[in-house]
């Protein structure tokens, strides 16, 4: 496999390490700043050379703000491969009208450092990878990016683009707002003052504070509509605690604090299931998108597809899929499968 990283900061780098040496693949890699392709050469990221010629796929680890140029311009620099991408955000690129070879996605993973020195090829173990296919999406490029995902250790789930964002401003970028306010807070409290008040609890909850600003700065803006509404709906809770607080309604906060643990403990309870797989075979016709329609559908039932595999049948006019579930999904997965090949 011949594989293409643009940009070799933490997450390009260690996507280029982990292809190297999980996959055995042929790595390439391109970033704006030459000395740290000559880093990343030396740590024996990528090769030498900038990939010209065929390649199989590309992966765009650019910052959020500059991704729609950067993955414009590896379309047009390899016509032969699928494109994809490690952004955090994707309703606008899924809007951008790239085309059936570009699919987007997002490692849920990282680290409180950055930089080409920092990365490490099991930077993906166990975690959670996300796929944004959509209509256009060709089975076989979906598989393709499938695969390399799987074979870097993590965990790849389909999703659509908008909902992606929509979680990611709930569960990411959320928190990272309220951490910057949580600081900001405590520092106008204590003041000039140098008490040693700082608890686990506040540390806990501001780990992420003023991480990476210009990174992001973007971030926030590019998921603006998805997170302005996450905080309308943080600012609408924080006045309720506030009222009961303020008129000394124990029982309320009782039972406020009761429902956090409850959620706490759901959330807690939702992590990607394990255990042995059941595989599922399935003839489905030779029709647009009909493998992306299948990923989204068990992503969206929270169901991860472990492996898949594609064979076209003689005819051209079907081909035969295989999927490979956990145990406990696969009745529901098949029940999914067969209502998306039927629409």
Known sequence: MRVVVVGLGLIGGSVALAARERLGAEVHGTDPDPETVTRATARGAIGAGDGAGDVDL???AAPVGQLHEAIDAALRTWPQAVVTDVGSTKGALAGAGFGPRYIG???????AVAGIEHARADLFEGATWYLTPNSETEGVLLERVHRFVTGLGATPISIEADEHDRLMAAFSHLPHVLANVLVSQGAGALGAETRPVVGPSFRDATRVAGANPSLWGDIYAANGAALAKQIDG?????????DWVRGGDTAALRAWQQAAADAGGRLA?????????HEIRVIVPNRPGVIAEIALALGRAGISIQDMSLRPESDNRSGEI??????????????????????
């Open 105 to 111: 996605g997002h490692p849920l993973a990282g680290a």
């Open 269 to 277: 309870d939702q992590g990607v299931a394990g255990g042995p797989t």
């Open 322 to 343: 295989a999927l490979w579930v956990t145990e406990q999904h696969a009745e529901q997965a098949r029940a999914l499968i067969d209502a998306a090949v039927a629409s």
């Open 234 to 242: 943080a600012i609408a809770a924080l006045e309720q605690v506030r």
């Open 58 to 60: 590309v992966v765009v």
